[in-house]
């Protein structure tokens, strides 16, 4: 079924991004047909997102009481990426709940005004031991306001 030109997802400009991550492609990331192979996008989401957590000083992978468990991702896919080109990924918070946030990630080639590949993910964050839901941890709910996009 044909999605109306309306409705298809399009390539993002990086002004709708808040917080940039350079990533270098590795050769390993090329598939047969000479691009980054698709399960490879979905590596550098948890790669732009984690990391800037970490260095903002709210996310402990080792120790930290709670966790963000994915439920839901999802790309789409506008210009092939390949080794040996470094990829800047733009992230920004499209929602916040009581315990689960909307990231969205751009992935764009090196210097280009629009993404190669603009995606999501939906985290719940949880207790580490339980897996039960939390409410987002106040230091992580201010950091996440500060990448928050409104449409």
């Known amino acids: 079924m044909d999605t109306p030109a309306s409705t298809r997802p399009a390539p993002q400009p990086r002004i709708a991004y808040r917080a940039f991550r350079s990533i270098s492609t590795r050769w390993m ?3 047969v047909y ?3 192979n ?3 996008y979905y590596s550098w989401f948890d790669t732009a997102v984690n990391a800037h957590l970490i260095e903002q000083g709210v996310l402990d992978i ?3 009481e709670t966790i963000g468990l994915v439920i839901e991702t999802q790309c789409n896919y506008f210009a092939p990426l390949a080794f040996p080109q470094m990829v800047e990924a733009g992230i920004r918070v499209a ?3 009581s315990s ?3 990231y969205e990630v751009g992935l764009f080639a090196a210097g280009e005004a629009h ?3 603009a995606g999501h993910f939906v985290h719940v964050y949880v207790d580490r031991e339980t897996r039960r839901p939390v409410p987002v941890p106040a230091t992580l709910r201010g950091v996440l306001e500060s990448l928050l996009v409104t449409r």
């Open 115 to 117: 993404s190669a590949a």
């Open 95 to 97: 929602r916040i709940g």
């Open 100 to 102: 689960s946030v909307r």
């Open 38 to 40: 698709n399960v490879v």
């Open 62 to 64: 080792h120790a930290g």
């Open 34 to 36: 000479g691009h980054v």
């Open 29 to 31: 990331d090329n598939d």
